[in-house]
T-cell receptor, first 108, second 116 residues
Framework: AQRVTQPEKLLSVFKGAPVELKCNYSYSGSPELFWYVQYSRQRLQLLLRHISRESIKGFTADLNKGETSFHLKKPFAQEEDSAMYYCAPLYNFNKFYFGSGTKLNVKP | GAGVSQSPRYKVAKRGQDVALRCDPISGHVSLFWYQQALGQGPEFLTYFQNEAQLDKSGLPSDRFFAERPEGSVSTLKIQRTQQEDSAVYLC??????????????FGPGTRLTVT
């Protein structure tokens, strides 16, 4: 079975501190890796995807196939980054398996 | 343009009642997905349509759950004889893989179902 592990349910950091949200996935084929974010009272939305190798809102994520990890990082957290973050490998081109999510709380 | 919409936004049902949840995908999106999100959990895949064809229903938890998309646009998720464990937020998402080869899914606001 495909599994996604986000070990931290809650991550609290101070504004300006670095942040890393961990994600490990079980290996089956070659999933595409995504991070989705849900801000308070908003719908789930795409943050970034590994295939684009992009940086969105200062966030980056490195795919490590050896460790089957796709950790999300930002060097300097901002208060507006407070949200729920979900790691989501995409299998078979259409089926997302979402992790249980990490709530990021950035304190002033 | 308009995003994915879902109705109703909130539904309270008594145990044993049938419910129907509606999803209007983004116009032109051929793929439509349903997810169930229990409290404190991430969304879990239920089923997937490409146009009107239901290509994957492996995530439907029981035969009380039924989804349809008869004309390839609007979709309805029906739950018969609701049970308390059906209480969750039901999310709909759509995508257009022919235009977005990276397969981003656009989510609706969800329907929060509470079974009493």
């Amino acid at each position: 079975a495909q599994r996604v592990t986000q070990p931290e349910k809650l991550l609290s950091v101070f504004k300006g501190a670095p942040v890393e949200l961990k994600c490990n996935y079980s290996y089956s084929g070659s999933p595409e890796l995504f991070w989705y974010v849900q801000y308070s009272r908003q719908r789930l939305q795409l943050l970034l995807r590994h295939i684009s190798r992009e940086s969105i809102k200062g966030f980056t994520a490195d795919l490590n196939k050896g460790e089957t990890s796709f950790h999300l990082k930002k060097p300097f957290a901002q208060e507006e980054d407070s949200a729920m973050y979900y790691c989501a490998p995409l299998y078979n081109f259409n089926k997302f398996y979402f992790g249980s999510g990490t709530k990021l709380n950035v304190k002033p | 343009g308009a995003g994915v919409s879902q109705s109703p936004r909130y539904k309270v049902a008594k145990r044993g009642q049938d419910v129907a949840l509606r999803c209007d995908p983004i116009s032109g999106h051929v793929s439509l997905f349903w997810y169930q999100q229990a409290l404190g959990q991430g969304p879990e895949f239920l089923t997937y349509f490409q146009n009107e064809a239901q290509l994957d229903k492996s995530g439907l938890p029981s035969d009380r759950f039924f989804a349809e998309r008869p004309e390839g646009s609007v979709s309805t998720l029906k739950i018969q004889r609701t049970q308390q464990e059906d209480s969750a937020v039901y999310l709909c998402a759509s995508s257009s893989p022919t235009r977005d080869i990276q397969r981003e899914q656009y989510f609706g606001p969800g329907t929060r179902l509470t079974v009493t």
